[in-house]
């Protein structure tokens, strides 16, 4: 059996089976609650899981490795940013975000951010600036599913990335989140296995350590060693890290997790999937580079590894690992962007008194609406994918590590100080874009502007009422009491 016809019988598998998890989710939900958190009943290692096959995106399987293939070894350091963010977020973050959500039944991101700051403004600036870092992030993952589908079966670019677009949006406009845990469950196996199985083939098909060993540093001086400099690094660290850490995607499955210590594990569970994906990809981008070194695009190099130096079955579970990759990403995404719309903006603000029926229906038309405007970024083929992602991770820092950080430990926060927070990160990261980045990565201005704004704004505002910040800062006798939770639910 050929590359063509195992990598369609093993990808129409697994899409059959992301259909049928949207369906029976579908079937199973009763109530916002069930659609945007899961019922809050993720176990550690699917809410692990999920969170690790969300951040390891189409960069990662194909940017990175095409990243890999151009400048060696020196891009794994950009993990490290995302590995502390776990750590961070796992025990700063979790435990008092967790709380809150469960306290005020937060569905949302911007739900926190309205009522830790107050008002209609802030839930405002941050549903838009969300959708606004989204579009250009999902165009990204569309634009990876293009390239897949027309260098395996000759689909042109842009109707490849329709076909993932529909099918990525129907089983998450129809299950919600808990279609979302489920799935990406699944895509995250198929994507270890992926990865796992095809590694030490590859290494075999170039000859072996010893062979490799001796071709790796004839590629450039550089190669194994640092291709980038340190301002660079930092902003690989940074821009991953700060994305990480205050990711929505990221707080929404804290939010759908019933206590800390399963927060805790499913951040360790995500730390291990990428840790491992991470090295097995760098390697196989440079060992690639070995095999083929005149590639004239590097982002194929993963498609080329699938379908001309693996055996047929491994090549075509990579390459399906790899749309896996796509779809989990673009699902946990849809699921923030697409409520921005229609809880944040509209039932929140809009039409308060909606009913939870109109507001479901809302969300689903939201969801589908969100889901299908990228693909029209795609015509654009934007640049190297995991560039366009590092650019949207930046923004995305800048925008709401300040406003988190901050708002969960700090109480003189105030409303206008988030606004400023959010609105200043946001503008000066993209202004440091158009500028060409001049001296430093543009998340480093992006996230200093954003702490900036939200001291100053907060000092020359008046301090928030003692009453609307009980929920986040709560006395220490109460948290003591509150220390006994229930057993983690089964992943």
């Known amino acids: 059996m050929n590359f063509q016809t195992m990598f369609l019988l093993l990808l129409g598998g697994f899409l059959i089976v992301l259909v049928f998890e949207g369906w029976r989710s579908y079937k199973s939900n009763s109530g916002e609650e069930d659609y945007f958190v899961a019922g809050r009943k993720v176990g550690a290692w699917a809410g692990g899981a999920s969170i690790a096959a969300t951040q390891m995106s189409a960069g990662t399987f194909v940017g990175t490795v095409g990243i890999h293939y151009l400048t060696g070894a020196s891009f794994m350091w950009g993990w490290a940013g995302i590995w502390v963010a776990f750590l961070i977020a796992a ?48 165009s990204a993952q569309y634009q990876a599913g293009g390239v897949i589908l027309e260098a395996a079966f000759g689909i042109p670019f842009f109707w490849g990335a329709v076909i993932l677009m529909v099918l990525v949006v129907g089983y998450t406009v129809i299950g919600g989140m808990t279609a979302v845990i489920r799935t990406d469950f699944l895509q995250q196996i ?74 805790r594990r499913a951040s360790g569970v995500a730390m291990f999937f990428v840790l491992l ?84 229906r809302l969300n689903r038309w939201a969801t589908l609406v969100i889901g299908v405007l990228p693909v029209l970024l795609t015509l654009q083929e934007l640049d190297i994918v995991q560039f366009v992602v590092l650019s949207y991770a930046a923004l995305l820092g800048s925008t709401i590590t300040a406003p988190v950080l901050l708002g969960l430990y700090w109480r003189r926060a105030t409303k206008i100080g988030a606004v400023c927070s959010m609105i200043a990160g946001f503008g000066v990261c993209l202004l440091w874009y158009a500028l060409d980045g001049p001296l430093v990565e543009p998340v480093v201005p992006g996230v200093l502007a954003g702490f900036a704004g939200m001291i100053i704004g907060s000092l020359f505002s008046r301090p928030m009422p003692p009453e609307e910040l009980t929920l986040f800062f709560t006395p220490r006798t109460r948290q003591a009491g509150a220390a006994t939770e229930p057993a983690p639910a089964a992943s």
């Open 91 to 138: 025990y700063v973050i979790a435990p008092r975000l967790r709380r809150y959500a469960h306290e005020r039944n937060a569905l949302t991101f911007p739900d926190f951010i309205a009522d830790r700051f107050g008002g209609k403004v802030p839930r405002a600036v941050i549903s838009v600036l969300l959708v606004l870092s989204y579009l250009v992030f999902m």
């Open 277 to 360: 994906t991470g090295i097995c990809i760098g390697v196989a981008g440079m060992v690639m580079r070995v095999l083929y070194p005149n590639l004239s695009v590097s982002d194929a190099a993963s498609t080329i590894l699938a379908s001309e130096v693996l055996p047929p079955f491994v090549g075509a579970l990579l390459l399906t690992a790899i749309i896996m990759a796509v779809l989990s990403t673009v699902d946990s995404v849809l699921l923030v962007a697409g409520p921005a719309i229609s809880h944040d903006l509209y039932a929140s603000l809009i039409r308060p008194d909606s009913t939870e029926r109109t507001r479901t």
């Open 190 to 263: 198929a994507m270890a296995l992926g990865v796992v199985i095809g590694l030490p083939l590859l290494i075999s098909h170039a000859g072996g350590l010893s062979s490799l060993a001796q071709s790796l540093p004839e590629i450039a001086p550089h190669f194994v060693g640092w291709g980038f400099g340190w301002s660079e690094i930092s902003g690989f660290w940074l821009g991953f890290g700060f994305a990480a850490l205050c990711a929505p995607y990221l707080l929404l499955r804290f939010y759908a997790m019933p206590d800390d210590r399963t927060c």
